[in-house]
T-cell receptor
Framework: QKEVEQDPGPLSVPEGAIVSLNCTYS??????FMWYRQYSRKGPELLMY????GNKEDGRFTAQVDKSSKYISLFIRDSQPSDSATYLC???????????FGQGTRLTINP | DVKVTQSSRYLVKRTGEKVFLECVQD?????MFWYRQDPGLGLRLIYF???????EKGDIPEGYSVSREKKERFSLILESASTNQTSMYLC???????????FGPGTRLTVT
């Protein structure tokens, strides 16, 4: 079993829809949770960064962490074609140098 | 803004060649990382370095070596390139443990 599981998709939704992307994990020691966005043929860029449980909102994006269920989510409201990308979740233990990544979900927003 | 640059965006090499991939960061980050990214396999850590001249193996170090002579520069070396090393190579850096990593644009390497 992988430490971090993420449905690779692909996921295709119409413009304006609410998108929900999810990851589950098995290591209860994870405390830092990140979402990266990666456009085709580019490096990943950090989108959201959260520590421990709870919600964090940034514009149209909301990151949610449920440590009791070992489940994290990224919600995209009013999705735009420019949101079409691969979204990777990542997490780490405090003090650890390494991140553990999910496989990435490929998302397409159709105009 | 943190900037991580990689020496080449696209590279084509022949089997058996020695290949150098260079990565430079401009934010005085302690830690630097090399990953490869393949369809269906996600990001896999090859090597990382937490200080000058220090290195640690990641999940898939076989066939690779690294060098970190200066804090800002981290090199990935393919001693004898093989076709199964055709991949997207990504460099990343971060200040310390558990924090977000900043990625370079990637080098798409093709070995023929």
């Amino acid at each position: 079993q992988k430490e971090v599981e993420q449905d690779p998709g692909p996921l295709s939704v119409p413009e304006g829809a609410i998108v929900s992307l999810n990851c589950t994990y098995s290591n209860s020691a994870f405390q830092y949770f990140m979402w990266y966005r990666q456009y085709s043929r580019k490096g990943p860029e950090l989108l959201m960064y959260t520590y421990s449980s709870g919600n964090k909102e940034d514009g149209r994006f909301t990151a949610q962490v449920d440590k009791s269920s070992k489940y994290i989510s990224l919600f995209i409201r009013d999705s735009q074609p420019s949101d079409s990308a691969t979204y990777l979740c990542a997490m780490s233990i405090q003090g650890a140098q390494k991140l553990v990544f999910g496989q990435g979900t490929r998302l397409t927003i159709n105009p | 803004d943190v900037k991580v640059t990689q020496s080449s965006r696209y590279l084509v090499k022949r089997t058996g060649e020695k290949v150098f991939l260079e990565c430079v960061q401009d934010m005085d980050h302690e830690n630097m990382f090399w990953y490869r990214q393949d369809p269906g396999l996600g990001l896999r850590l090859i090597y990382f370095s937490y200080d000058v001249k220090m290195k640690e193996k990641g999940d898939i170090p076989e066939g690779y070596s690294v060098s970190r002579e200066k804090k800002e520069r981290f090199s990935l070396i393919l001693e004898s390139a093989s076709t199964n090393q055709t991949s997207m190579y990504l460099c990343a850096s971060t200040y310390g443990g558990g924090e977000e990593q900043y990625f370079g644009p990637g080098t798409r390497l093709t070995v023929t």
